[in-house]
């Protein structure tokens, strides 16, 4: 598993892709503390930047996630690493580390402008901690949602676009909670929805039953990549 | 030692194997031959366990690859067709990551550069794998597959894509590995099996249809004890001397090849060699042989008989088998080879008739 995640890790970076969206994020974190912060002289609004980064941080996951499994099964490199004395969930768990561990550095990185806010004002750490363990959780789970998808075909574009399509779905996942007539419905949105899973933590608390709905999201979904990657051998 | 056993691939509905058996001793080099698409790489998946059969056995030694993956892919090194190659990577940081992958536990440095030196690829090894020509990249595969030193190696057509040069040398170090290794390799080159392997496995549509050693195998499969002989003697008193011989069954002519110079064919008894008395008799009579060859089939024949024919994927052919199993398959190829030699007697009777006829009417013009 190490020997993967360092091999898929060095492979972000060797290509721009890695760069990309570690830049990508890390100048919209700036941007959003700048136009929310900063603008309203107020670091009570803090919470508003992550709300709006959810979004975003949705949006370049998938990019982050689509060449996961998807390049190795085209360029026939899965042959390589499932013929080797490893088994497929360390394979897996290797392949959604690297995918997280550029999420989580663009994430720390978002971190910046809050220190930068720290020296001009007195924000409060609770809330920004919060929702920095919060954007790493529903990251998280995106990650593995995104690696699954990758698994499931050879075309990056499709993986982006597949991934990118869930994304969209569970983002706008509650205004579809408020349409619905019947309430054992609206109940079952809310209750996947990332988005209210993400509140608790948006407001500077630590909701245990969100983090453990989002670990087992992610334990779900490397598992099911992991069946994924076993069955190609069946076919 | 690897054994197969029973080894059955369907891709829905397409049968891709079809009860492959065979066994591997350790330190020998096995040849898998057969055409396109006839289940060499399948095969090859599934004893790596990159593949799955939908029924059948494989054990490396003594340990199932479905109960114990982990313990038998240590013992294996693989070369697939397409060498598993992440072309972002340098040659040094590929091998230094399957390394890992593979869980070595030799000292890294040295094992490392002892496997560039035998693949001689140091000269590239801090290079780009996705600038490097298919050669060195097909190279670096087969390095890949040495990490470890496992005890069975793999290869699927492991000299493809490389030139001349390279390919003695990639055949030099096969047969140099195979001392110690067990090496099963894949190739529709029959020169290199023949060159490189002890044994040859023939698979056709899935199925074995012939095993056995490289030198045995056309012999034992052609039985067709036949000479060739070239000599400057009269024909007919030749062909009569010839015949008296002992353990001679037929003799005839097969024509004026040189001037003064016919060719015969001698066919003896299975089992009996007239390579001695007949030169005794030659030499008695003072008639010079100018040419002596037996008619065992080659390897290309051999390829071709047995991928072609449809009988002969019914059931496998193995040198190993019983007389009776032999024989019924010697007398199927006879009939073919028979066949084969009246065709192109035919054709070589109407190339001299034509000969002649042509020799003729260059006598009437002049």
Same mark, same amino acid.
């Given at each position: 598993m190490r020997a993967i995640f360092k091999r898929e890790l060095r492979a972000y970076f060797a290509s721009p892709i890695g760069y990309v969206c570690v830049a990508a994020l890390a100048a919209i974190y700036g941007f959003e503390y700048y136009g929310v912060v900063m603008y309203t002289h107020s670091t009570s609004y803090i919470s508003y930047v992550y709300s709006s980064m959810f979004s975003f941080c949705m949006i370049v996951i998938p990019i982050i996630t689509m060449r996961s499994m998807s390049d190795d099964q085209k360029n026939k490199t899965d042959q390589a690493l499932l013929t080797a004395?490893?088994?497929?969930?360390?394979?897996? &768990?290797?392949?959604? =580390?690297?995918? =997280?561990?550029?999420?989580?550095?663009?994430?720390?990185?978002?971190?910046? /402008?809050?220190?930068?806010?720290?020296?001009? *004002?007195?924000?409060?750490?609770?809330?920004?901690?919060?929702?920095?363990?919060?954007? &790493?959780?529903?990251? *998280?789970?995106?990650?593995?949602?995104?690696?699954?998808?990758?698994?499931?075909?050879?075309?990056?574009?499709?993986?982006?676009?597949?991934?990118?399509?869930?994304?969209?779905?569970?983002?706008?996942?509650?205004?579809?909670?408020?349409?619905?007539?019947?309430?054992?419905?609206?109940?079952?949105?809310?209750?996947?929805?990332?988005?209210? @899973?993400?509140? /608790?933590?948006?407001?500077?608390?630590?909701?245990?039953?969100?983090?453990?709905?989002?670990?087992?999201?992610?334990?779900? =979904?490397? =598992?099911?990549?992991? @069946?994924?990657?076993?069955? @190609? @051998?069946?076919? | 030692m690897v054994e197969v056993k029973n080894l059955t691939k369907r891709y829905g509905s397409n049968l891709a194997l079809d009860g492959v058996s065979f066994t591997v001793e350790e330190g020998t080099i096995v040849g898998f031959l057969g055409p396109n698409g006839a289940g060499k790489s399948t095969t090859m998946n599934i004893v790596t366990g990159y593949l799955s059969a939908t029924s059948g056995s494989v054990t490396v030694f003594g340990k199932n690859i479905l109960d114990e993956p982990n313990e038998v892919k240590k013992l294996i090194g693989y070369l697939p067709e397409l060498p598993p190659l992440y072309q972002d990577m340098t040659v040094k940081e590929y091998l230094n990551f399957m390394y890992e992958l593979k869980k070595v536990s030799l000292p890294r440095e040295k094992h490392l550069k002892e496997i560039c030196s035998?693949? +001689?690829?140091?000269?590239?090894?801090?290079?780009?794998?996705?600038?490097?020509? +298919?050669?060195?990249?097909?190279?670096?595969?087969?390095?890949?597959?040495?990490?470890?030193?496992?005890?069975?190696?793999?290869?699927?057509e492991p000299t493809v894509g490389l030139d001349p040069k390279q390919i003695i040398e990639i055949r030099s170090l096969i047969t140099s590995l195979g001392r110690n290794h067990t090496v099963i390799l894949s190739s529709h080159i029959l020169s290199e099996v023949q060159a490189v392997c002890q044994r040859i496995i023939v698979i056709n549509n899935g199925k074995v249809v012939a095993d056995g050693g490289t030198d045995t195998l056309a012999h034992d499969l052609s039985q067709d004890h036949r000479l060739i002989l070239r000599l400057e003697a009269p024909e007919r008193e030749a062909v009569h001397a010839i015949r008296e011989l002992e353990h001679v069954v037929d003799v005839y002519s097969l024509g004026e090849k040189e001037p003064g110079v016919f060719e015969l064919s001698v066919e003896s008894t299975p089992d009996a060699d007239v390579r001695k008395p007949l030169f005794a008799l030659l030499a008695r009579r003072g008639w010079p042989m100018m040419a002596l060859k037996n008619t065992d089939l080659t390897l290309e024949d051999l390829f071709l008989r047995l991928t072609s024919s449809d009988s002969f994927t019914q059931e496998p052919v193995r040198s190993e088998e019983p007389e009776e199993i032999k024989a019924i398959h010697r007398g199927r190829l006879n009939i073919d080879i028979e066949e084969l030699i009246q065709s192109s007697q035919e054709e070589e009777e109407q190339e001299t008739q034509t000969e002649e006829k042509g020799e003729e009417d260059h006598e009437s013009d002049i």
């Open positions: 004395p490893v088994g497929t969930v360390s394979i897996v &768990l290797g392949k959604f =580390f690297s995918s =997280f561990f550029v999420y989580f550095i663009a994430s720390t990185l978002g971190l910046l /402008p809050a220190v930068a806010v720290t020296f001009l *004002g007195s924000p409060s750490w609770g809330v920004i901690l919060g929702n920095y363990i919060g954007t &790493l959780l529903y990251g *998280g789970a995106m990650v593995s949602i995104g690696v699954f998808i990758s698994s499931l075909t050879v075309s990056q574009v499709i993986a982006a676009i597949g991934t990118f399509a869930v994304a969209v779905f569970l983002m706008l996942m509650d205004n579809l909670a408020s349409g619905l007539s019947s309430q054992w419905l609206t109940a079952i949105v809310n209750w996947i929805s990332f988005n209210s @899973r993400y509140t /608790p933590f948006a407001q500077g608390l630590f909701d245990l039953s969100s983090v453990v709905f989002f670990l087992s999201v992610m334990a779900i =979904f490397v =598992f099911l990549t992991a @069946r994924k990657l076993e069955s @190609r @051998r069946w076919n | 035998l693949t +001689k690829i140091e000269n590239v090894y801090n290079r780009l794998i996705g600038n490097l020509s +298919k050669g060195y990249r097909q190279r670096v595969g087969i390095a890949q597959a040495l990490l470890g030193n496992p005890p069975v190696l793999i290869l699927d």
